[in-house]
């Protein structure tokens, strides 16, 4: 199932040493030893010692990106009973249940570093936890479901791939079937949009106007500029970040350009053309005002996501009680039987 992959390490790997046989030993020598691993681009592994920075900016970004994910299936999730056919409606379900999916594996690679997923839930229902900006837009049309598919999924691989090579085991084989998933996800919504394309002037209309709410937001879901990012230096010191945020947003937007002229919409966007002597597309400025309203907690949708994050979250309180019921019975069931 879903986890299998988690947890597996290289059975090659050795480990550095593990926590408790640390105590005698000099804190250089450890960190000598994490810092040779790290640079010789090897993995990190939960037993092994690694330092207490690197542990938390990893539960920080792991944690971010698990809630992002559960609170991503939000915006789709409204227009499963609304799709127009039953084909799209199974493709919608079973892709905001994949997001789901992501947001279990993403838990568990986290709790490998010592946080349990209740803390991580309770900080997320507290307000206290970022998640991505972009789940905080509405969405308005059944284009915009297309339109979330090719941009904000086609973001997420962009920025996603890279994590495949992170440094810390659990979240970097997370990351590959997380991709592979992804990747499904940026083709149905491509493909949904092209549909739409070939249907009435209104319905080109309806797409071309998704893609004028969403494509700023998804630019800027990469996070800031290079140069305001506190965290970027140590995480790609860390090999936990591979492509800083600037690098991997161009990278997007040269993949982008050629997709939107075959699917026929035009970003939003008057400053964006090919540079000849870069090689890249030059782009107009993004506002990062609405980015940093967005991130703590004023865009158009913050508190009703998060609001239905709780409540989903309470309706959902009996089933766990149920399901813990149900296993501690178990459990003395065979303690009964094994005595
Ligand atoms: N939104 O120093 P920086 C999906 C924060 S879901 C909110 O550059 P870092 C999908 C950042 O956390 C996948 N906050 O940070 C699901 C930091 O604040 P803190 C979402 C943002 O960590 C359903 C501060 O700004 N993907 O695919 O080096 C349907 C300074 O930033 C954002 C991930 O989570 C943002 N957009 O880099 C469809 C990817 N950007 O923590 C699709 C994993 C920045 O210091 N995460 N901030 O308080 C990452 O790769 C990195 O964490 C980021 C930020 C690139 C996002």
Redesign the pocket.
Known sequence: MYTQALDIPDPQHKPLEVVPAAAGSPAGQLQAHFDARIDADGKIEPRDWMPEAYRRTLL??IS??AH??IV??LP?GNWISRAPSLKRKAILLAKVQD?GGHGLYLYSAAETLGTSRDQMVEALHSGKA?????FNYPTLSWADVGV?GWL??GA?IM??VP?CRCSYGPYARAMIRICKE?SF?QRQGFESLVVQMKGTPAQREMVQDAVNRWWWPVL?????PDAD????AQ?MRWGI?RIS?DNLRQKFVDATVPQARILGVTPPDPALRWNEARGHHDYGAIDWDEFWAV?NGNGPCNKERLATRVKAHNDGQWVRDAALAHAQKNQARQLKEAA
């Open positions: 920080r970004q971010q990106h992002s994910e991503g299936m789709e997001e970022k998640y991505s900006s972009i979330i904000v999924d997420a920025n996603q994590i992804e996800h800027a879901m990469f996070g800031p990012s506190p965290n970027s995480g970040k945020n991130v």
